[in-house]
């Protein structure tokens, strides 16, 4: 309306018509949640350039839904469950290059853990379909989550897998896929995880997504002292790795990190970190331009503060990014807060 308009008066919102919930639990253990809401049409009053004036549809009429249902086993530590959710728009010619006709994600989902609740692994995945005209479409393959009119793409493998851009498509589908497996408590701990969505991955009708094209994967392990000594009174440190490719096989980040963090017999709390970012291509640098490649960079960061309990609390922190190119960024900051009484502070930094 605003745009071929030289007035328009736009609802901030469009009435919900109708909707309806349910939610439960079945005397057999299955947890269910369904909700459906339909939306009317709004319409925004307009005027021409000339003076005359009418009303212009702004938003069809809708239908959301999202079904949830779950299971427990083994007293809890293991859970089965699924989701389904979409939309779907009454769409004319003037909402078809914008909006699309119908959207859904079908889900499902796996949780175990420990009966000592010390290891656990969980599972998510979902397949996604979006369907309308093949100008809408094509908006979502040139989309800053997935850039398909890059001219150095590879093309793909077609289907789920598809690098593809193709104008005249009107449907865009994809899956995507988490899993992760932790030790999540004693004096060591860690996690591997690996976390993926394909080219065609696409869920903002119904929820927020701001990348697709990727396959992550990643470990960590660390060790937690708690016994004080004469250096610390706690002390944790962790090291792992990273990394990701896009469905072309191009690696587009790696790190290496190492954290350490602990509090001082005097209750002082401090912090380090690093990590190692080898040379990467950047397949979203140029927005849809040619893949380049990143120069080799590392990153620095500590931080010191007293001991929280006392009037004055003092901190200082430092971090610096360098790379092979020359590139740099060094930070320092610090700071005090004052605190005489229970609700009363005043900070300087």
Do not use: C
Not at 212 to 227: E, H, I, P, Q, R
Not at 286 to 306: D, E, M, Q, W
């Amino acid at each position: 309306a605003t745009d071929n308009y030289s007035y328009a008066d736009v609802p901030d919102a469009t009435t919900i018509l109708g909707a309806a919930k349910i939610t439960g639990r079945t005397s057999r253990g299955f947890t269910v949640g369904l909700m459906n809401a339909v939306t009317g049409r709004a319409t925004a009053d307009v005027q021409s350039a000339t003076g005359v004036r009418g009303s212009q549809e702004v938003e069809p009429l809708a239908d959301y839904f999202v079904g949830r249902v779950k299971h427990d086993f083994l007293n809890g530590n293991f859970v089965a469950g699924g989701v389904v959710s979409g939309v779907a728009r009454n769409i004319d010619s003037t909402f078809a290059p914008r909006l699309a006709r119908h959207a859904e994600l079908v889900g499902h989902d796996l949780f175990w853990s420990s009966a000592d609740h010390v290891y656990d692994w969980r599972m998510q995945a979902a397949v996604t379909n979006v369907s309308g005209d093949s100008r809408e479409v094509l908006l979502r393959q040139e989309s800053s989550a997935r850039y398909f009119q890059r001219p150095d793409r590879g093309g793909g493998t077609g289907g789920f897998f598809s690098n593809r851009l193709d104008s005249s498509a009107t449907s865009l589908r994809g899956g995507g896929l988490y899993t992760r497996l932790a030790k999540e408590s004693g004096s060591w701990f860690g996690e591997t995880a690996f976390d993926t969505r394909t080219p065609g991955y696409e869920s903002n009708d119904y929820a927020f997504q701001t990348r697709a094209d990727y396959l992550f994967m990643n470990a960590n392990a660390g060790k937690v002292w708690t016994k004080p000594t004469r250096w610390y009174h706690q002390f944790i440190a962790l090291g792992g790795a990273q990394t990701i490719r896009n469905y072309e096989g191009d690696r587009t980040q790696t790190d290496y990190h190492a954290f350490a963090e602990g509090t001082t017999p005097q209750f002082w709390n401090f912090m380090a970190f690093y990590i190692d970012f080898p040379s990467s291509i950047d397949d979203r640098q140029l927005r849809g331009g040619p893949a380049v490649r990143g120069a080799h960079g590392h990153f620095v960061n500590s931080y010191l503060s007293t001991d929280s309990r006392h009037t004055f609390v003092a901190n200082v922190g430092m971090s610096y990014f360098w790379d092979e190119k020359g590139g740099n960024n060094p930070n320092v900051n610090a700071g005090v807060t004052y605190r005489p009484s229970a609700n009363v502070s005043v900070s300087f930094s």
